[in-house]
């Protein structure tokens, strides 16, 4: 034992990981059925929903929060510390969470691995590039710009209103400068002088839907659906109308398979898309939990911020989508957060907690808990049980708790 506690970074890497074959082959993943990416990282294929489609499906949890601070509230480290906790009661166990962007992985927020002893492995690769997933998101993103752009450059056949084209690029990074640009300059070779922009790569429509499709037929008519601009006549231009739609899909070919990697204790862990919540949907692929549920007699999920953002679009939007339904929500809380809840403190992002934070303040928790008690009410009008998990920290005091 040790008296302090290492960092993130340093319990993971002190922790060996497992052939990903061996993950694999514990939850009942054929060899046939997965492709390496290296040895501790592989993609499974779509293949084994045809031959697990007769088994029972699992339990299907999705872990939600209070409305967060600015620092989080935990959800990641409670939805794979209750992984590991079934585990060590021996139930068969599965994680399904979505990939981070490195938009925020290189911002304040950092990754989305979890933390502590409570992590998915490989910590770095799980935050930077993993499979190339979104990768392949923005290049399908992008090349649909560039048939955009052509097309207009083309005699606009299709009519497009300049003054009504919503598709712009995408990068996966915070790039400020690249926010709203002017594209098109140069010679007339260079296509139409115009004002675009870019946003980051999850924020993109095509990440959006690889986390909501459940086959590549699917994947491409959702595609092809795609709404790009406004023509002079004030009809959708789709991608299907600039025939893009195919070379999109194919593009995505790997993308809609879900990575299996691993937790600190070598429970399988399923990573597959990740839109943000506030402006998609805020959850791992329905793929992913499909196969997860078939595997594994408990499935734990998470939301993306609280219940009433992603939670609510788990439920009304994933779940309609997919079939599944829910037995539990898990809603996570801390003590720090009720006291923010109070409105007699605030916390920054990258600075100095105020120090009453730190100290005991039963009044403040008793007014901030409206906000826990709200975001339960909320939870149960889906008619599912809900459990309360508060993500403890030292500062905090047993009367408090």
Same mark, same amino acid.
């Given at each position: 034992?040790?008296?302090?506690?290492?960092?993130?970074?340093?319990?993971?890497?002190?922790?060996?990981?497992?052939?990903?074959?061996?993950?694999?082959?514990? =939850?009942?993943?054929?060899?046939?059925?997965?492709? !390496?990416?290296?040895?501790?990282?592989?993609?499974?294929?779509?293949?084994?929903?045809?031959?697990?489609?007769?088994?029972?499906?699992?339990?299907?949890? &999705?872990?939600?929060?209070?409305?967060?601070?600015?620092?989080?509230?935990?959800?990641?480290?409670?939805?794979?510390?209750?992984?590991?906790?079934?585990?060590?009661? *021996?139930?068969?166990?599965?994680?399904?969470?979505?990939?981070? #962007?490195?938009?925020?992985?290189?911002?304040?927020?950092?990754?989305?691995?979890?933390?502590?002893?409570?992590?998915?492995?490989?910590?770095?690769?799980?935050?930077?590039?993993?499979?190339?997933?979104?990768?392949?998101?923005?290049?399908?993103?992008?090349?649909?710009?560039?048939? %955009? &752009?052509?097309? %207009?450059?083309?005699?606009?056949?299709?009519? =497009?209103?300049?003054?009504?084209?919503?598709?712009?690029?995408?990068? &996966?990074? *915070?790039?400020?400068? %690249?926010?709203?640009?002017?594209?098109? @300059?140069? #010679?007339?070779?260079?296509?139409?002088?115009?004002? /675009?922009?870019?946003?980051?790569?999850?924020?993109?429509?095509?990440?959006?839907?690889?986390?909501?499709?459940?086959?590549?037929?699917? @994947?491409?008519?959702? !595609?092809?659906?795609?709404?790009?601009?406004?023509?002079? #006549?004030?009809?959708?231009?789709?991608?299907?109308?600039?025939?893009?739609?195919?070379?999109?899909?194919? %593009? @995505?070919?790997?993308?809609?398979?879900?990575?299996?990697?691993?937790?600190?204790?070598?429970?399988?862990? +399923?990573?597959?898309?990740?839109?943000?919540?506030?402006?998609?949907?805020?959850? /791992?692929?329905?793929?992913?939990?499909?196969?997860?549920?078939?595997?594994?007699?408990?499935?734990?999920?998470? /939301?993306?911020?609280?219940?009433?953002?992603?939670?609510?679009?788990?439920?009304?939007?994933?779940?309609?989508?997919?079939?599944?339904?829910?037995?539990?929500?898990?809603?996570?809380?801390?003590?720090?957060?009720?006291?923010?809840?109070?409105?007699? +403190?605030?916390?920054?992002?990258?600075?100095?907690? &105020?120090?009453?934070?730190?100290?005991?303040? !039963? *009044?403040?928790?008793?007014?901030?808990?409206?906000? @826990?008690?709200?975001?339960?009410?909320?939870?149960? +009008?889906?008619?599912?049980?809900?459990?309360?998990?508060?993500?403890?920290?030292?500062?905090?005091?047993?009367?408090?708790?």
């Amino acid at each position: 034992m040790t008296n302090k506690v290492p960092s993130d970074i340093e319990i993971a890497q002190s922790i060996k990981t497992k052939p990903i074959n061996e993950i694999a082959d514990k =939850i009942g993943i054929k060899q046939d059925e997965i492709e !390496l990416y290296g040895s501790n990282k592989a993609k499974i294929k779509l293949e084994i929903l045809n031959r697990l489609k007769d088994k029972p499906k699992g339990k299907y949890i &999705d872990v939600t929060a209070i409305t967060p601070t600015p620092l989080g509230e935990g959800k990641t480290v409670t939805t794979i510390g209750l992984s590991l906790g079934l585990s060590k009661i *021996s139930k068969k166990v599965a994680t399904t969470i979505r990939q981070p #962007s490195l938009g925020p992985v290189f911002g304040i927020k950092g990754g989305a691995a979890g933390g502590g002893y409570s992590q998915v492995l490989p910590m770095e690769d799980f935050n930077l590039h993993l499979t190339g997933d979104v990768h392949a998101v923005s290049i399908a993103h992008n090349l649909c710009s560039a048939f %955009l &752009d052509n097309s %207009l450059h083309k005699n606009n056949k299709l009519n =497009i209103d300049i003054a009504n084209i919503f598709w712009r690029r995408v990068v &996966d990074v *915070s790039d400020r400068a %690249l926010r709203n640009i002017v594209i098109g @300059l140069g #010679s007339k070779d260079d296509g139409i002088t115009r004002q /675009s922009g870019f946003d980051i790569s999850v924020a993109s429509e095509v990440m959006a839907i690889l986390a909501l499709t459940t086959s590549l037929k699917d @994947l491409r008519k959702r !595609l092809a659906n795609i709404v790009v601009a406004m023509n002079s #006549s004030n009809k959708p231009v789709t991608a299907e109308d600039l025939q893009v739609a195919g070379a999109m899909t194919v %593009l @995505l070919k790997d993308a809609i398979k879900p990575n299996l990697l691993q937790t600190t204790e070598h429970t399988p862990c +399923f990573v597959h898309a990740g839109p943000f919540a506030n402006i998609a949907h805020g959850n /791992s692929s329905i793929i992913a939990d499909q196969m997860a549920l078939k595997l594994a007699d408990y499935v734990v999920t998470e /939301s993306g911020f609280g219940s009433d953002c992603g939670m609510e679009k788990f439920m009304n939007i994933k779940c309609r989508y997919s079939g599944l339904t829910p037995n539990c929500v898990v809603m996570v809380c801390s003590i720090r957060a009720l006291k923010m809840h109070s409105g007699k +403190f605030t916390i920054v992002a990258g600075k100095q907690l &105020d120090e009453g934070l730190l100290k005991e303040n !039963l *009044s403040a928790v008793e007014e901030g808990v409206c906000n @826990l008690e709200k975001h339960i009410e909320n939870a149960k +009008f889906f008619g599912v049980p809900v459990v309360v998990a508060i993500n403890k920290f030292v500062t905090d005091t047993d009367k408090e708790s």
